[in-house]
């Protein structure tokens, strides 16, 4: 079993920052891809970057510039840098961690920004 757990939301202006990390344990396999997913209110969930066990990462439009995503593979951890943030960022943030058709779930942490 492999377990995730998300900190580092909380309320912030637009404008501001936030650090997101996600720490794994259990079984973990490698090599392995680790995703960030938000979903706001009355969305769908959408996935925001991915960063696989090689450091390669990927970033959704809508944050891109913004966002820095990295990961910290002796800690097992992944971070979630968050810059300039806007309201429409307000969002449920879960962590993901997949392998072929295997993937586990964080249980989620709130960012919500004020304007």
């Known amino acids: 079993q492999v377990q995730l757990v998300e900190s580092g939301g909380g309320l912030v202006q637009a404008g501001g920052s936030l650090r997101l990390s996600c720490a794994a344990s259990?079984?973990?396999?490698?090599?392995?891809?680790m995703r960030w997913y938000r979903q706001a209110p009355g969305k769908t969930r959408e996935v925001i970057a991915g960063?696989?066990?090689?450091?390669?990462?990927n970033y959704a439009d809508s944050v891109i510039g913004r966002f820095t995503i990295s990961r910290d593979n002796a800690k097992n951890t992944m971070y979630l840098q968050m810059n300039s943030l806007k309201p429409e960022d307000t969002a449920d943030y879960y962590c993901?961690?997949?392998?072929?058709?295997?993937?586990?779930w964080g249980q989620g942490t709130q960012v919500t920004v004020s304007s």
């Open positions: 993901n961690l997949s392998w072929g058709s295997t993937n586990y």
């Open positions: 259990g079984n973990i396999f490698s090599p392995n891809t």
């Open positions: 960063i696989t066990s090689f450091g390669r990462a």
